[in-house]
């Protein structure tokens, strides 16, 4: 009994033991709390904030003891205090933003030192205001009661300078923000961009037309020339076909032009540049309209040596509509709407396309180059020259070139990426991406040598009238005379040397004169042609010096060369 009492007295004593140290601890606890809560509002309301300096950098100084000062005071639920907070933090705010442009002006060294100095004494002024002693001593340094009447006026004076910051900062903005000044520049560039967009239309509009129409000069040239036949027309009777337009032993020419003064520079610089020029035959076909005027100029103006067969397309009487597929297409309303329909509201509006809607493209005389083999029958080789070519070498070594059963000897024009067959031709149609390699290299017309018995052998005039057929709605290409060569001469094209044929003196400015001198041929291809007042004048004199300006009628139509 006795030893269960004293086991009941340990049990009670250990028990009351750990009540007094849970007690303990808690207000162990307790007491820290307080003691550290009343050392806080200690030194909260011990802190006052040192006087202010005359500078106004001294302000932004002691923002931190004020600001501490008044948010304890707001916790005493002073409205007023609260109030003068807030200007005091806005008045601080504009005045640091206005230094900040100031510095950064200073930093991009800008030529606007009076800006500088406005900047610099409205921060002056900004930090001025809380300095002023009725403020200091009644609202900023003071922990009575906020005037409301006093404060008012200090929130005005405030306001006022804030507004002529944000007014100054709002006008020097541009010259020193960053995204600004990148917005403005875009919107620049995206505004000239824009003219310069309609400018390049207006002047491609421009050129197409001035290239499309015929010059005055060049008109007179040949209606003087056909009102001499008509007025002398026993002079200029037709003589029977001399012996040497059949002589397949000679060195044939075929040009398709209805321009007489180009025709003439192209036969001149070929004869003039050749070693036999007895030897040298030409064919010229040309229109009925400039029929006359051609036989009228090569009856005044013979070329030495040379023969000049002068013929009209309607002469080669089996190219009609019911062979040629061309002239069949002409008949189509939807065509000669497409090709001759005016509207003038849309002119300029598509002016990428506007070249490919030029009735030239489906002109017999375009064309013609595709009928060869039936309109010189005994001929083996010709060479087909385009009407704005100048000869400056000896072309006869192009006959003595191997053709490896090739039909047409060109120059091809491809590098790199550009001038390959799908720039000209439909890779989304079927017919085209399963037939050609869009990779192919694209070759030029203007210096062509043709083998007449390789293309009858390989029956490439009906090669052509299947694929124009089926181009009748222009979804193969688009219009002209390449594609269709592209097509019908795929895989029997040999390439030239390109010295034969340079390119380009009818757009490209930057040719050089060494690749232009050493040319055989040179190609005003473009719509800078020689005989328009648009030519370029670096390369003008190249064709001007064959053209001959003391022929009477050249100087009664006023060439100007």
Not at 111 to 134: H, T
């Amino acid at each position: 009994m006795a030893v269960a009492v004293r086991g009941g007295r340990g049990g009670g004593s250990a028990l009351s033991v750990g009540i007094r140290n849970f007690f303990s601890y808690r207000i162990f606890v307790s007491a820290m709390f307080t003691l550290l809560f009343l050392a806080t509002l200690s030194v909260l309301f011990s802190s006052h904030p040192p006087p202010l300096s005359s500078s106004h950098s001294s302000v932004i100084q002691n923002t931190g003891n004020a600001y501490m000062h008044r948010t304890f005071l707001a916790l005493k639920s002073d409205p007023l205090k609260t109030r003068l907070d807030l200007i005091h933090r806005q008045a601080n705010d504009h005045m640091a933003l206005v230094n900040a442009y100031a510095a950064y002006a200073r930093k991009l060294k800008l030529d606007i030192s009076r800006q500088l100095k406005l900047f610099d004494d409205l921060a002056q002024n900004i930090s001025d205001v809380p300095l002023k002693p009725k403020y200091r001593t009644a609202l900023i340094e003071s922990d009575a009661p906020v005037d409301e009447d006093l404060l008012r006026q200090f929130e005005k004076e405030v306001k006022d300078k804030v507004k002529i910051a944000r007014l100054m900062v709002g006008e020097a903005k541009e010259s020193y923000d960053n995204q600004l000044k990148i917005q403005k520049l875009k919107d620049t560039i995206f505004a000239v961009n824009e003219l310069l967009i309609k400018a390049k239309k207006s002047g491609a509009f421009a050129s197409l037309i001035a290239a499309k129409s015929t010059p005055k000069s060049l008109h007179c040239l040949a209606m003087r020339l056909m009102g001499e036949m008509i007025e002398n027309p026993e002079k200029y009777k037709d003589a029977v076909p001399k012996p040497e337009f059949e002589d397949a032993s000679l060195y044939h020419y075929a040009i398709f032009s209805d321009n007489v003064i180009a025709v003439s520079v192209v036969v001149n610089s070929t004869v003039m540049n050749a070693a036999e020029k007895n030897k040298h035959v030409f064919h010229v076909v040309t229109d009925k309209m400039n029929v006359a005027a051609m036989k009228v100029w090569f009856h005044k103006k013979p070329v030495e040596g040379a023969h000049v067969e002068v013929k009209a397309v309607e002469e080669y009487t089996f190219l009609n509509s019911s062979y040629v597929p061309v002239l069949k297409q002409l008949e189509s309303t939807k065509l000669q709407k497409f090709y001759f329909e005016n509207r003038a509201e849309n002119a300029t509006k598509d002016v990428s396309n506007l070249k490919f809607k030029n009735p030239k493209y489906l002109s017999m005389l375009n064309h013609l180059r595709f009928y060869l083999p039936e309109m010189y029958p005994k001929l083996h080789r010709i060479l087909f020259l385009d009407d704005d070519v100048v000869v400056q070498k000896d072309l006869t070594p192009l006959w003595k070139i191997d053709m490896d059963g090739k039909v047409n000897g060109a120059v091809e024009t491809c590098f790199g990426s550009f001038h390959r067959y799908a720039q000209y031709l439909n890779f989304s149609h079927p017919l085209i991406r399963d037939k050609f390699n869009s990779k192919a290299c694209a070759w030029a017309f203007g210096m062509n040598m043709f083998d007449l018995d390789a293309w009858r052998r390989e029956k490439l005039t009906e090669e052509y009238h299947y694929w124009q057929n089926l181009n009748q709605d222009r979804t193969l290409w688009k219009s002209g005379t390449l594609p269709p060569g592209l097509i019908t001469f795929y895989s029997t094209t040999k390439s030239l040397d390109k010295s034969w044929h340079v390119l380009g003196l009818g757009y490209n400015p930057s040719i050089s004169m060494d690749e232009i001198n050493g040319a055989a041929v040179i190609h005003f291809n473009g719509n800078m042609k020689p005989w328009l007042d648009i030519a370029m004048n670096q390369f003008k004199n190249l064709w001007s010096k064959y053209v001959d300006g003391d022929f009477e009628y050249v100087q009664m139509c006023n060439f100007g060369l």
